[in-house]
């Protein structure tokens, strides 16, 4: 697949995230940001909820609200034979959960931060934002096999 848009889309995410947040007002729609297979956060959700995508696509979540999140996958809720993914590259949802109550929190993403997380084995998978679980902040990523252009 040709993915021309994720260079400009990644130096525009760059750009806003560098300090020109008034390039923002326009570019995101109800938390969600613009272009292909990006999540955005608002204070307590992922929006899109669901995102469906094909094996080897690379998904970024950008942090679009005014509060901290993470992007942790449930641990077990994912393809057998995939491997553990969250932001703060956790080997483990314990850990990441271990770390977000620690003093380090490096799978925090504050405003304006992002994560990214290539996905290739088609299946679905669920992840949660740590310190919003409660408040239902929960996403899941829909992987299908790659279609055959001709």
Same mark, same amino acid.
């Given at each position: 697949?040709?993915?021309?848009?994720?260079?400009?889309?990644?130096?525009? &995410?760059? @750009?806003?995230?560098?300090?020109?947040?008034? @390039?923002?007002?326009?570019?995101?729609?109800?938390?969600? @940001?613009?272009?292909?297979?990006?999540?955005?956060?608002?204070?307590?959700?992922?929006?899109?909820?669901? &995102?469906?995508?094909?094996?080897?696509?690379?998904?970024?979540?950008?942090?679009?609200?005014?509060?901290?999140?993470?992007?942790?996958? /449930?641990?077990?809720?994912?393809?057998?034979?995939?491997?553990?993914?969250?932001?703060?590259?956790?080997?483990?949802?314990?850990? @990441?959960?271990?770390?977000?109550?620690?003093?380090?929190?490096?799978?925090?993403?504050?405003?304006?931060?992002? /994560?990214?997380?290539?996905?290739?084995?088609?299946?679905? /998978?669920?992840? /949660?934002?740590?310190?919003?679980?409660?408040?239902?902040?929960?996403?899941?990523?829909?992987?299908?096999?790659?279609?055959?252009?001709?």
């Amino acid at each position: 697949a040709h993915r021309v848009s994720d260079m400009n889309r990644r130096t525009f &995410l760059a @750009a806003a995230a560098s300090g020109a947040g008034v @390039a923002l007002a326009g570019c995101f729609e109800g938390g969600q @940001a613009a272009g292909d297979h990006d999540v955005g956060m608002t204070i307590s959700s992922f929006r899109p909820k669901e &995102l469906t995508v094909e094996a080897g696509t690379a998904v970024e979540w950008f942090n679009t609200s005014s509060h901290s999140h993470t992007v942790t996958a /449930y641990q077990g809720l994912y393809p057998d034979g995939a491997e553990y993914w969250a932001s703060g590259g956790f080997d483990s949802q314990d850990a @990441a959960v271990d770390d977000w109550q620690s003093t380090e929190q490096r799978g925090k993403l504050e405003p304006g931060d992002s /994560y990214e997380h290539t996905f290739e084995l088609p299946g679905s /998978y669920e992840y /949660y934002c740590i310190p919003h679980e409660e408040s239902n902040m929960v996403g899941t990523v829909i992987v299908e096999e790659p279609t055959t252009e001709s």
